[in-house]
């Protein structure tokens, strides 16, 4: 059975950082507004099939998310 992996705030931002994206590049590959990047990244509610898309979007450019494993969630970069 796989695990689906909800995108957290800081998974965000770390993976914009990792990739160099500012959040008007994250919007564009995302699809949405860059207001909606930045709604999220500061906690504000979103439907979740826009985090989905903002994920996806992040995960096509090259990122993997990583599960909580008890010392928190996080990111790293595809090889």
């Known amino acids: 059975m796989v695990t689906?992996?909800?995108l957290t705030i800081e998974q965000c931002?770390?993976?914009r950082a990792a990739l160099g994206l500012g959040v008007r590049d994250l919007a564009r590959l995302a699809?949405?507004?860059p207001n909606t990047v930045t709604r999220f990244e500061r906690g504000?509610?979103?439907n979740?099939?826009?985090i989905?898309?903002?994920k996806a979007a992040l995960e096509k450019t090259g990122v993997e998310f990583i599960p909580e494993n008890g010392k928190g969630a996080?990111?790293?970069l595809r090889k």
Do not use: N, Q, Y
């Open 74 to 76: 996080g990111v790293r």
């Open 52 to 54: 989905d898309a903002l």
């Open 4 to 6: 689906k992996i909800s």
């Open 13 to 15: 931002k770390m993976a």
């Open 48 to 50: 979740p099939r826009t």
């Open 44 to 46: 504000e509610s979103l």
């Open 31 to 33: 699809k949405v507004s």
